[in-house]
């Protein structure tokens, strides 16, 4: 009896964060801050936590994630400054301009994976105002538009997770990053190939045609060997792995380009000369559009050298208060730090008069409600940590033994990062439940740990009704988020179920 109060109990804060999104539409932050009020009244009155012992969990939960907050923030200065700048808008252009203006198949993949891939490695949420209107430009209807791109996002989700991966190194008892890496890279790959073809469908292509083939086969492999060159053979360098996948989607979706005016020619009798694919921008406005990227690129693989590695340990310094475990911070080593480096390189290729105080006040206040979100998330977290209620969620879940417990947390996992604003806090809190069941059932803990990262960051996001909010108003279409929310769910129900059977068999075969 005493075990389902407690599991009950446990589950409350889900319970309230479900309802208030699903039910009574409030925004992340309402929803957290109301999770977060049960969750101190439980430790308060359920768990006899002292005042004081609610403050410090709440406060170390939010130290925690520094990584995140800073990732958070920075990449919403790179997003303005981007945009502002102008070298988004040549970015788009030049990307547009190697596909025949009436494919409009093909326009769509190249939005997607080459010019969202290149923003999304700095700001996965700031290729939404970028992909979800151009997806509308191309002709597609706002409800398509949204719930597709949606559906495709999801898989680039744990990898901008990964950003934060030294926190969830940290929530998971020091864990090494590079292995997290490597399940988290190895499971996200069938995600791929998922979510380009539930984008393809949504936007009405048929799966058998050449194109769609092509399409998918070719962009799919192209961010698959980007995850395993940046995963599984040099994961020190996982913050490479989005911008790869764009850099061989770009040259991929070039020979497409190419391949697709000739296909055109053959079919049409007495055919006059191909269209020209030739961007409108010259050459030099069009390297001042990838130059920052390329330079930020740059500057993460010279902070690798090993004599700079070595200059830049003697930055970073220890955090330890109120009996918890004592972690490192280093901002210079942090992805947060590479994103600002970025930004701040965006207007020295700068192709408009930009006004980088300007931009750094609009990007404080659009960043006002994630950051509060996660603040008040992570605080949630912490609490429910030091209450002790996810040590006895996971040991029932445990129970039952090693195969139950594979095929059944992924679902957790999935529900867990539904349940928050955002994924980070699900991603923290379910890292650290591993710690003791890893032992217990003989799974490496970096195996778990890395089921959780994707499981909790991609496939529930395109459901989050914050998210669909969001995705609507890009598209100007009002009254549709239960549609937008019944398009995306076979889909992303779809890559929990393929990612749960991997998982359930790297769980037995993982060494």
Not at 28 to 49: C, D, K, P, S
Not at 81 to 91: D, K, M, P, S, V
Request: a positive charge; one cysteine or more; glycine letters at 8%.
């Amino acid at each position: 009896m005493r075990t389902s109060i407690d599991i009950a109990i446990t589950l409350a804060p889900f319970a309230v964060l479900f309802s208030a999104f699903l039910i009574f539409k409030w925004d992340a932050v309402q929803a957290v801050t109301f999770a977060w009020i049960v969750e101190l009244v439980i430790a308060l009155g359920y768990y006899h936590m002292t005042p004081l012992r609610a403050i410090e969990a709440s406060l170390w939960g939010n130290l925690s994630m520094w990584s995140g907050f800073l990732v958070l923030y920075t990449g919403q200065i790179f997003g303005q400054a981007y945009r502002n700048t102008g070298l988004l808008e040549i970015l788009l252009e030049s990307v547009q301009s190697i596909v025949p203006s009436w494919d409009q198949q093909g326009r769509a993949v190249a939005l997607v994976t080459v010019v969202g891939g290149f923003i999304s490695a700095f700001n996965g949420f700031a290729t939404y105002p970028v992909t979800i209107p151009g997806l509308v430009d191309l002709g597609f209807d706002g409800l398509s538009a949204c719930a597709s791109y949606l559906v495709y996002f999801s898989w680039t989700l744990p990898f901008n997770s990964l950003f934060i991966a030294p926190t969830i190194s940290n929530a998971a008892s020091g864990v090494p990053v590079v292995e997290i890496v490597r399940s988290a890279g190895l499971l996200s790959i069938p995600l791929i190939f998922l979510s380009l073809l539930g984008f393809l469908k949504i936007l009405g292509f048929r799966f058998f045609e050449w194109e769609t083939q092509v399409l998918i086969w070719s962009m799919g492999l192209g961010n698959a060997v980007a995850i395993i060159l940046f995963t599984q053979i040099w994961p020190a360098y996982y913050l490479l792995t989005l911008v790869t996948g764009a850099a061989i989607s770009l040259g991929t979706i070039y020979l497409y380009g190419r391949l697709s005016v000739r296909q055109s020619l053959q079919s049409v009798v007495g055919a006059a000369r191909p269209e020209v694919l030739r961007s409108s921008f010259p050459a030099t406005m069009r390297f001042r559009a990838y130059g920052p990227l390329l330079l930020g690129i740059l500057f993460v693989l010279l902070t690798k050298f090993p004599s700079i590695e070595r200059a830049l340990s003697h930055v970073e310094f220890g955090v330890a208060a109120w009996g918890y475990r004592r972690f490192t911070i280093n901002i210079f080593t942090s992805a947060g730090f590479f994103i600002l480096v970025t930004s701040l390189v965006a207007y020295l290729f700068a192709c408009k008069r930009a006004n980088f105080a300007k931009d750094l006040l609009t990007a404080t206040r659009r960043s006002r409600a994630p950051l509060t979100t996660l603040l008040v998330g992570s605080a949630t977290v912490y609490l429910m940590v030091d209450a002790g209620q996810i040590g006895q969620l996971g040991k029932v879940l445990s129970s039952g033994g090693k195969l139950i417990y594979a095929s059944l947390y992924p679902a957790v996992a999935f529900l867990g990062g539904m349940a928050f604003g955002q994924g980070l806090p699900g991603d923290f809190l379910l890292s650290r439940m591993q710690v003791p069941i890893a032992p217990m059932l003989g799974i490496p803990l970096t195996l778990l740990v890395g089921i959780v990262t994707v499981l909790t960051m991609g496939p529930p996001n395109a459901l989050k009704p914050t998210q669909i909010a969001y995705a609507a108003s890009l598209a100007n279409v009002k009254g549709k988020d239960g549609e937008i929310f019944r398009i995306c769910l076979p889909w992303q129900v779809l890559q929990l179920a393929v990612t749960a059977i991997l998982a359930v068999i790297l769980v037995f075969f993982w060494k």
